[in-house]
């Protein structure tokens, strides 16, 4: 996947935005000599009780963007996500770029429009994203390269994204003392997830990783970025001296005692859309649906 100094010698600027409400990091990376600029994860408050969303974090990031003259290309995700809503269409709007997901989201929406019963004409080919991106496809960032590495497990489509020397893992790793994404959602598989840790356990150890969420355990401070060698030596789940049937084991029995995430069902129901809420219906409102006993 290439040497240390080959992604060294590429070393992107990144600036993080945490969301409180839902353990989420935003992340904004961009090229130093030439301002292009990639959003990855981005926010859009939902409050569950009342259905309204607000969009504080995803200005936050805007007003941010605009300071330092960055140019925006794109918008990435590294899955559809079942904790938070994807602010990617609104800020698409307000800077420009395109929204990139893995080449991989059809399945996932194959796997959810059934569920969630979606109109007929949702189009499962993952046309509501601007750009899919297959595994080991590269991108440019300005000067910087880029490369997908799909890293399915905790969902069938998601993807790391590798862009210089930084690695935005998505769910794929917490923090070294938390672990791994969960992966008893629809498509998800414990085993799978552990070949695709392997997958980036060869990136040299200097690779910094960028956390997607962060739980913060015993009351520390919000970690931002990680290293791959810190995770192979000392995540508490998948160090490299687990072996897959230890951390299979493992995960499927913590799984388990897990609830389900609190956004799930309209994170889902919008992620993928790209961020775009379902059709309004004929009062010109838009619903979220709730499946009765379809998640156990």
Known sequence: MGSADELLGAKPTVKSFFDSDTNTLTHLVWCAQTKAAAIVDSVLHYEA???????????????FAVSEALQI???????????????????????GGKVVI?????????????????????????????LLIADGESFQLGNLSGKAI????????????????????????????????RCDFPGGDARTLYQSVQKLYELPDETRVFLCHDYMPNGRAVMIETTIGA???????IAAHISESEFVQMRE??????????????SVQVNLRAGELPPAEDNGVHYIKVPINQFQ
């Open 73 to 95: 290309v794109y918008h990435i995700e590294t899955h559809v996500h079942a904790d938070h809503l994807s602010a990617a269409p609104y800020l698409r709007h307000k800077l």
């Open 253 to 266: 029995a913590r799984d388990a005692t897990l609830r389900m995430p609190t956004l799930i069902l309209p």
């Open 102 to 130: 893995g080449s991989d989201v059809p399945e996932v929406q194959r796997t959810f429009k059934p569920i969630f019963n979606f109109e007929p004409e949702f189009d499962t080919s993952g046309n509501q994203f601007d």
């Open 150 to 181: 799909a890293t399915p497990g905790h969902t069938p489509a998601c993807t790391s994204w590798l862009i210089g020397d930084a690695l935005f893992v998505g769910d794929t790793l917490f923090a070294p003392d938390f672990g791994t994404a």
């Open 231 to 237: 995770q192979k030596s000392d995540n508490i789940q």
């Open 49 to 63: 009780a009342s259905g309204n969303t607000s969009t504080e974090l995803a200005d936050e990031v805007a007003s």
